[in-house]
């Protein structure tokens, strides 16, 4: 199974996106900001930003034992794309928002001041996709408009798509081992 990265302005959907592709493909959902709340591996309080600093470090030795090794089938979800290791995803979904709908969603999450200013300004200026695009092969990163419900859904039937191709890829890679499923069959 592959691991797909979910990314993109707070505020943008990851979490709605998420939830569903794991609903539509039985994909696990790592959610990375309670993953780390779970595992001990917030660091400070930043007073600005409302918002606690992650002990990286910690938090990747974790993520590794979980997401980079083993067979796949999961969905990641974090608004820092650079953050994790090129080697650990086959997809990466940059989700991108209007401003404005943006904006009305971080004010009715309570965001203020600077952390509002600067998360909308991060959107405006396509830093998260920015982003993704110098941290992983250009050709695994698709930006998604999702503003709308109609948006998840077809975000979410336009990766199933994706899924069907990406296993008949993988098949094709080790055509012995189904010749010798096959051979079992007869």
Sequence with gaps: MPNILVTGTPGV????????????????????????KEN????D????YQSHELEEETLLDLLEELVGKGDGGFVVEHHVPDLFPERWF???????????????RLVERAYRGKKLEENVQAEIFQTVLDEAKESYREEIVIELLSEVEEHVNSNVSRVVVWMEQWKQDR???????????????K
């Design 171 to 185: 098949e094709r890679v080790r055509p012995g081992k189904r010749r010798a499923e096959g051979d079992l069959e």
């Design 90 to 104: 086959d997809l990466v979904l940059v989700l991108r928002c209007n401003n404005t709908v943006l904006y009305d």
């Design 13 to 36: 959907g990851k979490s709605k996106l998420s939830s569903a592709l794991a609903l539509q493909l039985g994909l696990k959902v790592v959610n990375v900001g309670e993953f780390a």
């Design 40 to 43: 001990n591996c917030l660091g």
């Design 45 to 48: 309080w930043d007073e600005e």
